[in-house]
């Protein structure tokens, strides 16, 4: 039995994952003003980000068309699609209406689409997850039923230098968005289970913050031993090293991956932003 596994481009792909021929991505697209970025394998992180940094504008994301994701749903394979939280993007919806028009065209098979009810690492570590349970040999029942368990229990936290983005797009009040710029309090958020964005807390310091970060990791970090530690970072490798090295001095994690955010993440993240996904 084969298998294919589709992601939208907020799914930040390791380059192990980048070259597996069983995965597919489909990108979402940025605009800033008059210029639109198509968040591909073209995508350029240093230029994105002075373009943001230049404009007085806000970023501006489109989620994929249905047709998009039809065309990667066509094969012999059963195909599993991984989305940004349906809570966040209209990209979950989008993967749907693509199965219907598939089933509709070109009749029934196996397409599972996955509301990952999280985003950029959190999408990494359940198509990481997928590859697992196809190489165990899986049947595709079986492969779903474990996929919504893990889905279930996966947990997305998040701290960012800038908070811009997400202020002008609603997700933070006008008074969280002054005190961060103004008295330097960078606010500690999480994935709710439903794919919303929650504040946990706050620290004076993006630091310290990454201290507190750490805390509410240890709190609720049931079975790590069995679990992988997703990092992706905003063009700030360092600090993304450092927190790993911060987390497993205190939680014993299975393994732990690291990634760059691609175009998506990167908008959302801002320069210098932090996810962790476990």
Same mark, same amino acid.
């Given at each position: 039995?084969?298998?294919?596994?589709?992601?939208?481009?907020?799914?930040?792909?390791?380059?192990?994952?980048?070259?597996?021929?069983?995965?597919?991505?489909?990108?979402?697209?940025?605009?800033?003003?008059?210029?639109?970025?198509?968040?591909?394998?073209?995508?350029?992180?240093?230029?994105?980000?002075?373009?943001?940094?230049?404009?007085?504008? +806000?970023?501006?994301?489109?989620?994929?068309?249905?047709?998009?994701?039809?065309?990667?749903?066509?094969?012999?394979?059963?195909?599993?699609?991984? /989305?940004?939280?349906?809570?966040?993007?209209?990209? #979950?919806?989008? !993967?749907?209406?693509?199965?219907?028009?598939?089933?509709?065209?070109?009749?029934?098979?196996?397409?599972?689409?996955?509301?990952?009810?999280?985003?950029?690492?959190?999408?990494?570590?359940? !198509?990481?997850?997928?590859?697992?349970?196809?190489?165990?040999?899986?049947?595709?029942?079986?492969?779903?039923?474990?996929?919504?368990?893990?889905?279930?229990?996966?947990?997305?936290?998040?701290?960012?230098?800038?908070?811009? /983005?997400?202020?002008?797009?609603?997700?933070?009040?006008?008074i969280q968005s002054i005190l961060v710029s103004v008295l330097?309090?960078?606010?500690?958020?999480?994935?709710?289970?439903?794919?919303?964005?929650?504040?946990?807390?706050?620290?004076?310091?993006?630091?310290?913050?990454?201290?507190?970060?750490?805390?509410?990791?240890?709190?609720?970090?049931?079975?790590?031993?069995?679990?992988?530690?997703?990092?992706?970072?905003?063009?700030?490798?360092?600090?993304?090293?450092?927190?790993?090295?911060?987390?497993?001095?205190?939680i014993n994690f299975k393994d732990y991956l690291i990634v760059? +955010?691609?175009?998506?993440?990167?908008?959302?993240?801002?320069?210098?932003?932090?996810?962790?996904? #476990?």
């Amino acid at each position: 039995m084969k298998y294919k596994i589709i992601v939208d481009s907020c799914t930040d792909l390791t380059q192990e994952m980048k070259n597996d021929q069983r995965i597919k991505s489909v990108p979402l697209t940025i605009q800033i003003g008059n210029k639109t970025i198509v968040d591909d394998e073209t995508f350029e992180q240093k230029e994105f980000l002075r373009l943001v940094n230049e404009s007085s504008e +806000t970023p501006k994301t489109a989620c994929p068309s249905p047709d998009a994701y039809m065309q990667e749903m066509k094969g012999e394979e059963d195909v599993f699609v991984v /989305t940004l939280s349906g809570n966040l993007s209209g990209s #979950y919806n989008s !993967a749907l209406i693509a199965k219907e028009m598939y089933i509709e065209q070109w009749g029934h098979k196996n397409i599972e689409v996955i509301n990952s009810c999280s985003a950029s690492i959190g999408q990494t570590l359940i !198509a990481n997850k997928l590859i697992k349970l196809i190489d165990k040999g899986l049947e595709f029942n079986e492969i779903v039923e474990k996929i919504q368990e893990f889905r279930a229990n996966m947990k997305t936290k998040f701290v960012l230098q800038d908070v811009s /983005t997400l202020a002008k797009n609603g997700r933070l009040t006008k008074i969280q968005s002054i005190l961060v710029s103004v008295l330097n309090i960078k606010p500690i958020l999480a994935g709710t289970k439903d794919g919303h964005i929650e504040k946990l807390g706050q620290a004076r310091g993006f630091q310290k913050a990454l201290k507190e970060l750490v805390k509410y990791i240890e709190a609720d970090a049931i079975n790590a031993k069995e679990k992988i530690l997703g990092i992706a970072h905003c063009n700030n490798y360092e600090k993304a090293m450092e927190l790993k090295d911060m987390i497993l001095e205190k939680i014993n994690f299975k393994d732990y991956l690291i990634v760059d +955010t691609a175009g998506i993440s990167s908008t959302y993240a801002n320069n210098g932003g932090i996810i962790v996904s #476990y």
